[in-house]
């Protein structure tokens, strides 16, 4: 956090770069300019840290990454939330090399990143991460002891085969062994290590050396080379990576940095949460050192890179002939949509009829609200008004299909409306976009919407920072193997979205002379460029429906996996029971990546049409398609399929 990145993105298309920038919540959760500055920031983390500090293990710890202007504020609430004595380090990391821009003032290329332990029980490995010994502290193992015995000075004999020590102190504080040993006597409040029989034998057994038998030394333990571990750990941390600023995502940090924390804060087979997990590296170094691992994001953009490293994460430990796990994605949104319309069970048929009836009216106004129409009280069917457009939400908890658009058509020809929007969580497959063809055909002006899951974060509504986005299309087309029945694969046909961020005329109206920027208007990437005479030239960049595709996957039998999730049983967990819960379907399924193909930095093909694959038996199966756009956004349609 308030690290100075912004959390935009440049998307490299058609050879330019479109600069697209965050949505509101992004910036809510990662911007430190919140209109109340670090008061926003400290409320927002405040809460999120209780959260955070209840899902710990008892023997678990966080790591918290800050920029220095921040750190003391939440230094002092994590203070207050786990306690100052469970303070396990305030760890300095040099996040980038010196640069020359610090003339009026010291150059700042270090952040925090803070270390609590909730209780007293912590797990930290001293050993697995040490530093090397720096070449001063080495150069202390001057003597060396020959494979035949003989001890020489290392200086002089570095080729020769032996075992590199150095003098250490056979005295510790205490006055029961204070005696003259050959000569040498105790410093003062210090004695000898053992009693003057114990002190000859461990001179015999090799343990002590003196470097004349006859005069006796307070520094004749030997510690060799080899023993030492390298130092433990200290707070300044400049060897680790800096933070990889302009590659994939602005703010992804190197991969050493998290294999020393994970390393350091569990071990193999703990399981590891990142709830700001931008690109994934928490996620993707968990997979490789062995740890179970859940990671969370607000940004698309930030789970969509992230799934495209774990695959290859994947991919790398596959090659490697090493063990790798199915991950998934799921979308939140779901669930607060099904906690929406939960109503108890004691209720009797007419009270939860009315219960309801109550939560789908006041589900509609926050739709309304967050969508920032004009709600409609005495209209038996639309349900607001935005400008001179009415506005229709279609049902929490189904996708709106071909009747209710034809239903909308049908009302707005009885209003005599020509505009109409419909706000939804979800459509079925194949509406789009005959269908909206055939609205025009009848003069009116249709406009899908989809509902963002965060509609449903008060702050957000509050502020009018909710986003609905255009719809997407997917086409696609099984093709089936001529000889084996069994056999088919996918290829993904057409892919069509109606993006608009932002007026392509006030773009080119600001555009200086000589000077291009890329917008996206209608559904297009347009490059607009000025010449020296205010000629304004428009290039379109998305010269092909692929160029909209960054990444697309398919599941060849989508609905063998039902979606189950646990929820607590009323009543259950009071007066010190445990709390009982109850496995419920949410009416969904979980998509599996059987195949996918994807853009990388380096490779920009994408493949259109997947490998065969074989199924076990024929029957009737639903293949699902899931595209993912250049912008993060995902879209999916379900293709029947006849095998055999």
């Known amino acids: 956090f308030d690290v100075g990145a ?18 509101l919540l992004e910036q809510i959760a990662y911007r430190d300019t919140w209109g109340r500055g670090a008061d926003s920031f400290i409320s927002m983390i ?20 800050m920029g220095p202007k921040l750190a003391p504020h939440t230094r002092v609430i994590c203070d207050e939330l786990f306690g100052a004595n469970r303070l396990l380090g305030e760890i300095v990391w040099q996040r980038t090399d010196p640069h020359n821009d610090a003339v009026k003032k010291l150059g700042v290329i270090t952040d925090r990143i803070l270390w609590f332990g909730k209780g007293d029980r912590y797990y930290y490995d001293v050993n697995v991460e040490r530093t090397n010994l720096s070449d001063s502290a080495e150069s202390e193992y001057s003597l060396l002891e020959l ?4 001890i020489v000075n290392f ?58 038998p006859n005069v006796g030394s307070s520094r004749c333990v030997k510690r060799y080379l080899e023993d030492v571990k390298g130092i433990p750990l200290q707070d300044i941390w400049d060897e680790v990576g800096r933070m990889k600023g302009g590659s994939a995502y602005p703010t992804q940090k190197p ?113 309304l609200r967050a969508y920032q129409a004009e709600s409609l009280a005495g209209d038996a069917f639309f349900h607001g008004k935005r400008g001179a457009r009415l506005v229709v939400v279609g049902p929490i908890n189904l996708p709106v299909g071909r009747l209710f658009v034809e239903e909308v058509i049908t009302e707005c020809r009885k209003r005599g409306a020509t505009r109409a ?8 497959m194949g509406l789009f976009p005959a269908v909206l063809d055939e609205a025009k055909g009848k003069g009116i002006d249709l406009a899908p919407k989809t509902i963002p899951p965060e509609v449903f974060d008060k702050r957000a509504v509050d502020k009018g920072q909710v986003q609905f986005y255009d719809i997407s299309f997917i086409a696609a087309a099984a093709r089936y193997d001529a000889k084996d029945k069994l056999k088919l694969s996918i290829e993904l046909t057409d892919f069509s979205v109606y993006y608009t961020q932002g007026a392509a005329d006030a773009a080119a109206a600001a555009l200086k002379e000589s000077k291009s920027a890329v917008v996206c208007e209608r559904g297009q990437l347009l490059k607009l460029s000025k010449d020296r005479n205010g000629v304004i030239e428009r290039t379109v960049l998305t010269r092909h429906w692929t160029d909209w595709v960054d990444y697309w996957a398919v599941d060849f039998d989508y609905e063998q996996r039902k979606e189950i999730i646990k929820v607590a049983l009323d009543g259950s967990g009071q007066d010190g029971e445990p709390v009982k819960f109850e496995e419920r379907w949410t009416g969904g399924y979980i998509f599996e990546n059987e195949w996918q193909s994807f853009r990388t930095r380096r490779n920009r093909e994408l493949e259109l049409r997947t490998a065969e694959h074989r199924y076990e038996r024929p029957g009737r199966y639903t293949v699902a398609v899931k595209v993912i756009d250049i912008f993060g956004n995902d879209t999916m349609t379900l293709l029947p399929v006849s095998i055999g």
């Open 6 to 23: 912004d959390f935009s993105m440049d998307i490299e298309i058609g050879g330019e770069t479109f600069h697209k920038e965050p949505n």
């Open 46 to 65: 405040y809460e999120r840290l209780i959260l955070m500090r209840d899902l710990l293990a008892e023997d678990g710890s966080i790591f918290m990454h």
């Open 147 to 150: 494979d035949g015995g003989q």
């Open 155 to 212: 200086r002089g004999n570095e080729a020769k085969s032996g075992r590199r020590f150095k003098l250490e102190n056979a005295t510790w504080k205490g006055s029961r062994n204070r005696f003259i040993w050959r000569g040498a006597t105790p410093s003062s409040k210090r004695e000898w290590m053992y009693d003057f029989a114990g002190m000859e034998a461990a001179l015999a057994r090799g343990e002590l050396f003196l470097r004349d």
């Open 255 to 367: 991969d050493r940095l998290l294999e020393r924390i994970v390393n350091i804060g569990s071990k193999e087979g703990d399981l590891v949460a990142d709830f700001f997990c931008g690109s994934g590296t928490t996620a993707a170094v968990a997979e490789k050192l062995g740890r179970k691992w859940i990671a969370s994001d607000l940004g698309k953009f930030g789970i969509h890179t992230t799934r495209k490293r774990l695959i290859g994460v994947q991919r790398e430990l596959k090659a490697a002939e090493k063990n790798f796990r199915a991950f998934e994605v799921l979308n939140l949104g779901r669930y607060e949509r099904q906690a929406y319309l939960s109503v108890s069970p004691r209720l009797s048929d007419a009270q939860r009829e009315a219960a309801l009836t109550q939560k789908e009216r006041d589900y509609r106004e926050l739709i």
């Open 421 to 428: 929007d419909i706000l939804a969580f979800e459509f079925e």
